[in-house]
């Protein structure tokens, strides 16, 4: 058995009050966990990333480049799984955010999308570089 304790822990919540989906941070003594849950219309789905402190600072810093209105620089033409973050817009009422999405070259129905609020991703950013601390 492995047992982890966290420094500190927090839970976001889509912005669509109507998507279910919750995204658990994490921080612990080699980096931070992400766990995913998307409780969708029939089964329950969740998605578990471990990141180093380095790799959490590096998706802090592109959220960052998000929220000031710039590119995030996401390094699409690397192997393997990969966080990428964009701009995030949303219809009526208009709103602009954060979409945190996983692309691990796997089905689509493993993979997530999680937008959020920029109040949400800011403080995720913060949460994130903490994890250097």
């Known amino acids: 058995m492995q047992v982890t304790h966290t420094r500190k822990s ?10 279910k989906t919750t995204l658990t941070v994490a921080i ?5 966990s992400l766990h995913h849950i998307d409780r969708g219309y029939l089964n329950s789905q969740s998605t578990m990333l471990n990141l180093s ?3 959490a600072a590096d998706v802090a810093a ?11 620089q996401n390094r699409l033409d690397e192997p393997g799984a990969k966080l990428v973050v ?3 817009t949303d219809g009526d009422p208009y ?6 999405a996983l692309d691990d070259g796997g089905a689509w129905d493993q993979q997530f999308d999680f937008q ?3 109040g949400s991703a800011s403080s995720l950013a913060a949460i994130l570089r903490a994890a250097q601390a």
């Open 95 to 100: 709103r602009e955010g954060v979409s945190l």
């Open 86 to 88: 964009t701009q995030a």
């Open 10 to 19: 927090f839970l976001y919540t889509s912005w669509d009050s109507s998507d």
């Open 53 to 55: 402190a380095d790799e």
């Open 28 to 32: 612990t003594a080699d980096g931070v």
């Open 116 to 118: 959020m609020e920029k």
């Open 62 to 72: 592109r959220i960052e480049r998000v929220l000031r209105g710039e590119a995030p």
